[in-house]
């Protein structure tokens, strides 16, 4: 994949993308705030080897469909399916949840977005007042309208949205593939 495109756009060389393949045999521990990745080595359990590592003090289920990582989530009166994306700048609901959630989404603006294709395109976003994972509540998250069309068509799941670094950069967290658990 041509990524020069996105690294114009970050003024930072970029020398690839890793994912699923290399991440599911550890616990990813990912801290946006002081910019490290930390990859765990794991028993067969699920437990890190390292006896000095600190553990993670709470925990949510996560949901998993081949390399696709998801969790179940709740706005308003709301059930979503949100993918878990890293390596997403942005949080997306589909389209669909507009009118439904109009009372938990803020105004709304114009925001212009770009992938790893080297497409553009405007969307409409707003805040959203609360996201609720579980027992975890999660306050004023920025959300892109975007379709999940396409997104569905290969997931073999129907999602809702993804949670990218809007969500995952608030604390400190580890995503751990052969529990299930974020």
């Known amino acids: 994949i041509d990524l020069r495109h996105l690294e114009e756009q970050k003024k930072h060389m970029i020398h690839g993308l890793i994912g699923f393949s290399v991440f599911r045999k550890f616990e990813v521990e990912i801290d946006y705030q002081a910019r490290y990745l930390t990859l765990w080595r794991l028993d067969d359990q699920g437990h890190r080897l390292d006896p000095r590592s600190q553990q993670i003090s709470d925990s949510v289920q996560l949901n998993m469909k081949d390399h696709?990582?998801?969790l179940t989530a709740k706005a308003g009166d709301?059930?979503?399916r949100l993918a878990l994306d890293s390596g997403a700048e942005v949080n997306l609901i589909d389209p669909r949840y507009e009118k439904k959630l109009k009372t938990e989404m803020g105004k709304s603006y114009t925001y212009q977005i770009s992938g790893v294709g080297q497409q553009t395109q405007k969307t409409s976003a707003g805040r959203l007042n609360k996201?609720?994972?579980?027992h975890l509540e999660y306050p004023k998250l920025e959300m892109l309208?975007?379709?999940m069309r396409t997104f569905n068509g290969g997931s073999g799941v129907q999602l809702d949205g993804v949670l990218g670094y809007g969500f995952l950069s608030r604390s400190r967290l580890a995503i751990n593939y052969k529990k299930k658990q974020l």
């Open 145 to 147: 309208l975007l379709s």
């Open 78 to 80: 709301q059930k979503l």
């Open 68 to 70: 696709l990582a998801y």
């Open 131 to 134: 996201l609720m994972v579980e």
